[in-house]
């Protein structure tokens, strides 16, 4: 099974920025579509974004397309969330995520999961 690794979080106050990382295991890293999603306190789990597998194509979520960031290096299997502009309501904690298919928006389509990373955004 894939093993994803989230780290990067932790406290900023607002109007701060963080970059979150995410390490795979195995040698296959480039062949996975990845995303990031996060889910705060009484919250359903929710898109920001994903990757292509060469890094080419990105997507965002519209509300965080013009704060947020995503890129990867697979020569180092890893993925970062560039997060800029941080507001309170970013406060979640944010997975890392990977499917061998196309990338996706969708939750469901991802097979892999990391253990999340806390992100708390203070006013």
């Known amino acids: 099974q894939v093993q994803l690794v989230e780290s990067g979080g932790g406290l900023v106050q607002a109007g701060g920025s963080l970059r979150l990382s995410c390490v795979a295991s195995?040698?296959?890293?480039?062949?996975?579509?990845m995303a990031w999603f996060r889910q705060a306190p009484g919250k359903e789990r929710e898109f920001v974004a994903a990757?292509?597998?060469?890094?080419?194509?990105?997507i965002q979520s519209d509300s965080e397309k013009d704060r947020f960031s995503m890129s990867r290096d697979n020569a180092k299997n890893t993925v970062y969330l560039q997060m800029n502009s941080l507001q309170p309501e970013d406060t979640a904690v944010y997975y890392c995520?990977?499917?061998?298919?196309?990338?996706?928006?969708?939750?469901?389509?991802?097979?892999?999961w990391g253990q999340g990373t806390q992100v708390t955004v203070s006013s």
């Open positions: 990757i292509s597998r060469s890094g080419s194509s990105t």
């Open positions: 195995g040698r296959t890293f480039s062949n996975y579509h």
């Open positions: 995520a990977a499917k061998a298919g196309p990338y996706s928006s969708r939750l469901a389509a991802y097979d892999y």
